[in-house]
């Protein structure tokens, strides 16, 4: 695979961060410029990070967070170039996140049961949720909404919504009607977005999607017209009506055409390119999608090498 820029080791990455990160800062003026064809369509994360989850703010800096010790890694998208904001620890993983308008990074924290609230300025831990007691689950992605940060949880048919912007009660949103929990062991509840009309939220679960009362939590399966299912659905983008669904080890992004109230989807289209490798989530800035590529079929060791790769709309 050709890379734009040399591929930094973990331990290189570490060393260099708070380097890195004082040039990605000193460069905000330019900030809300569009990319254009000149910005790297695809750059390098350190050996071993195992990446899951992407969020792009308003300014052009991706944050990508790591299975594999739950820290986050900042990169320019403008020079492809970044380093560690928030330092990793044993134990913890960092899989979907968003960034609010405010600088505060959520974060899901997979089998820790967790929610974070990260500064994504300093990188400093603000807050730490625990968002059950369950034995075994897994924190998978989180949408930021109105009021709330709302988080999937794989292994039980529950979101958790969490306060945003303080401190404060997190509701525990049970999910029922047509809602299908996969078998115990096996993940259910995936990505997730605000339907259109900011009412409910709309949330992947085994090949399937689901628009779910935020009130009652009660959920109806979308009517899917193009394809039977978005197997391996992982990843969510709306833009709008269009719906973006990241299959993740099928390689595809599918484009779908929300119907009204969004109780159907129509496919639109498929992306496709040779640089997916289980892509897992993807987040938008300008007219790109950006995915990391986790890998999940390559073996997953502190050499294993890891990328991020943009996507044109």
Do not use: C
Not at 37 to 65: N, Q, V
Not at 213 to 223: E, R, S
Not at 226 to 255: E, F, I, W
């Amino acid at each position: 695979m050709t890379r734009n820029h040399p591929r930094p080791s973990r331990r290189s990455v570490l060393g260099g961060a708070v380097a890195a990160l004082a040039v990605a800062a000193g460069t905000t003026g330019t900030a809300q410029a569009a990319p254009g064809t000149d910005w790297p369509a695809e750059f390098p994360l350190p050996d071993g990070w195992l990446p899951e989850g992407i969020t792009i703010g308003s300014r052009p800096y991706a944050y990508m967070g790591s299975r594999a010790d739950g820290a986050i890694y900042r990169t320019d998208l403008r020079t492809g170039r970044g380093g560690v904001l928030h330092q990793g620890t044993a134990g913890l993983a960092s899989i979907g996140l968003k960034l609010d308008r405010d600088g505060l990074l959520y974060v899901a924290g997979g089998a820790a049961g967790t929610a974070r609230i990260v500064d994504a300025r300093t990188g400093e831990l603000l807050t730490t949720y625990h968002l059950t007691r369950d034995a075994a689950p897994f924190i998978n992605d989180v949408v930021l909404h109105e009021d709330r940060a709302w988080f999937t949880d794989s292994r039980a048919a529950v979101l958790h919504g969490v306060p945003r912007g303080r401190r404060g009660e997190v509701r525990a949103l049970p999910l029922t009607g047509e809602w299908v929990q996969a078998p115990a062991g096996t993940n259910s509840a995936n990505g997730l977005v605000a339907t259109p009309g900011g009412r409910g939220l709309i949330v992947v679960n085994a090949g399937q999607l689901y628009r779910v009362d935020l009130g009652t939590g009660h959920a109806v399966k979308v009517v899917l017209e193009g394809a039977p299912d978005v197997a391996g659905g992982d990843g969510l983008v709306r833009l709008g009506r269009t719906l973006y669904v990241v299959q993740n080890r099928l390689n595809k992004v599918t484009v779908w055409e929300l119907g009204r109230k969004a109780a159907t989807a129509r496919l639109t289209r498929t992306i496709t390119d040779p640089r997916f490798d289980v892509p897992t989530t993807a987040a938008r800035h300008g007219d790109r999608l950006y995915l990391v590529n986790a890998r999940f079929t390559s073996p997953q060791t502190p050499e294993t090498t890891f990328d991020a790769v943009a996507v044109p709309l």
